[in-house]
């Protein structure tokens, strides 16, 4: 098994910034994929971004230029850094964790909510 640890989410003006946190914990070692998703009100769960363990990214086309992903293998912790927030961002984002061998991911986190105000 393997547990995801969010932290960061909070209130933000529209234009601001926030980082995320996701530690893993575990059976890290058959983890490849990391990624973040979020989920507004009524609306379906959709990929933010993902990244491997070898450090190749994928975006959403609604956060390109403005979300970078970034792991740090060493400390078994995944970031988010959010740019330019606008109120279409809010939601809870979940950490999320694919094992090797899978093509969806395998874990989540618990989420933290990330709210824009305009």
């Known amino acids: 098994q393997v547990q995801l640890v969010e932290s960061g989410g909070g209130l933000v003006q529209a234009g601001g910034s926030l980082r995320l946190s996701c530690a893993a914990s575990g059976n890290i070692f058959r983890i490849n994929v990391m990624a973040w998703y979020r989920q507004a009100p009524g609306k379906q769960r959709g990929l933010v971004a993902d990244i491997t363990s070898g450090g190749r990214t994928n975006y959403g086309d609604s956060v390109k230029g403005r979300f970078t992903i970034s792991r740090d293998n060493t400390k078994n912790t995944v970031y988010l850094q959010m740019n330019n927030l606008n109120p279409e961002d809010s939601a809870v984002y979940y950490c999320?964790?694919?094992?090797?061998?899978?093509?969806?991911?395998?874990?989540w986190g618990q989420g933290t909510q990330v709210t824009v105000s305009s």
């Open positions: 999320s964790a694919r094992n090797v061998w899978s093509t969806v991911p395998d874990y």
